[in-house]
Nanobody, 125 residues
């Protein structure tokens, strides 16, 4: 069992930055692939970024590539999402997710068993 708690969301102007954090419970954090997803009102949940269990393998949605950076600190059981040059279309609830395996590909939310409650990010124009 893994419990995930996101923080760091808020209201920011376009062009600004936010850093999301996701703190995980449990002693096996390093065994989980960690991901960030987001869901805007009236839209399906979409992939944002993922980070491998260890090392530096990351994957990003095309819409955030070059602007967002995912990182993790296994010693602190925490995964981060640094979001720069934010746009109004980045407005959504952002969710942290964890999975021991991703047999259907990094970006498929069906891989991820554990989810946080979400944190709202609002970007004003």
């Amino acid at each position: 069992q893994v419990q995930l708690v996101e923080s760091g969301g808020g209201l920011v102007q376009a062009g600004g930055s936010l850093r999301l954090s996701c703190a995980a419970s449990g002693r096996t954090f390093s065994s989980y692939v960690m991901g960030w997803f987001r869901q805007a009102p009236g839209k399906e949940r979409e992939f944002v970024a993922t980070h491998s269990r260890s090392g530096s393998s990351t994957n990003y949605a095309d819409s955030v590539k070059g602007r967002f950076t995912i990182s993790r600190d296994n010693a602190k059981n925490t995964v981060y999402l640094q979001m720069n040059t934010l746009k109004p279309e980045d407005t959504a609830v952002y969710f942290c997710a964890a999975s021991e395996a991703v047999p259907w590909g990094w970006s498929n939310p069906q891989n991820y068993v554990y989810w946080g409650q979400g944190t709202q990010v609002t970007v004003s124009s």
